[in-house]
């Protein structure tokens, strides 16, 4: 086993509403990643996603609360750290955040140089300008980006230069562990791919330790990703490895998400959501028992009436469904 970049036990987060009503958007999500390794995180629109995104940081503010857990990051538990020692010591050198729609978030008067200039002096103020420029140019140059780039304003470049640019910049301090959210997911097919293909890079360079990679696309993850969690109502209700989530996802939520159309020889091709029917469960008042029972076809009344329990598997495959795994494979083969 190798190192653990990011360890998460039991963490618990919640917005407090302007109404004072409490919102448990991740409600006990644990997670180990190792070194070298990535996670997708996939689930669909109101899941807790990006809260679960925010809440790994360790850095709160209103609406969002810690309520419980631990955040460890390379063996440093940052879940009780305050706000300011987690964006001093934390944000940018341990964990980088890519928040959703982040190229749209760029102040299109700035130049990307000095974009990166802040990002490197909110640590080290002492690097000169030239030093920061010199590494950005190598930096850029290794991620297949075009130099010219640097001294560009935000507004000149295309969607997807500026989010290969927003994930280079974000990544200038080779953190531990890089958290992107929904990298993707507004671009083209042809943007999409270049944007993955330089997450990758940025792993099997050694400039991101470890990685968390999350979507509402499941079948994206398949190419991205070792290891899938999929999430609904703020628990994750199936973790495996990514060739198991994708090609045989044992919780029926998983495999609502996948659809049905899979083409082995050529990994995951023209991947329509099947439609799940209904709408996830609003989080001010969850419901009893399987979060997922009201949507399952194959719930029983005690699914509403029970928390599901958790199984995990001996290759380390977890799901949380009162069904056995023989008992859900007898339900799907029969279909
Ligand atoms: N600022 C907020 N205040 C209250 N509730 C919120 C806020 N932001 C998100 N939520 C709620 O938290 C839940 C999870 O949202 P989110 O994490 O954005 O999901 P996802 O990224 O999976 O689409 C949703 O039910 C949403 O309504
Ligand atoms: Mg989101």
Redesign the pocket.
Known sequence: MGKIMLEVKDLKTK???RFHED?Y??DGVSLTIEEGKSLGIA????????????SLMGYYFA??HYVSGDIIVDGRNISGMNPDDVRKNILGNEIAYIP?AAMNALNPTQKIIRFIEDVIHAHDKSMSKKDIYDMAKERFAILGLPEDVLQKHAVELSGGMKQRTVIAISTILSPKVLIA??PSSALDVTSQKMVIKMMRDLMEKGYIKSMIF?T?ELPLLYNVTDDIMV?YA?RIVEKASAKDMVFDPLHPYSKGLMGSIIVPEEGVRDHKLTAIPGT?P???HPPEGCRFADRCKYATPTCKAMDPQTIELPNGRMYSCLMSERKLREVYANE
């Open positions: 917005y407090i509403t919102v958007s991740v689930g669909e629109s109101g899941c807790g996603k990006s809260t679960l995104a925010l609406p969002l959703q959210d929904e999350i509402h999430m703020g996830p609003n989080l001010k």
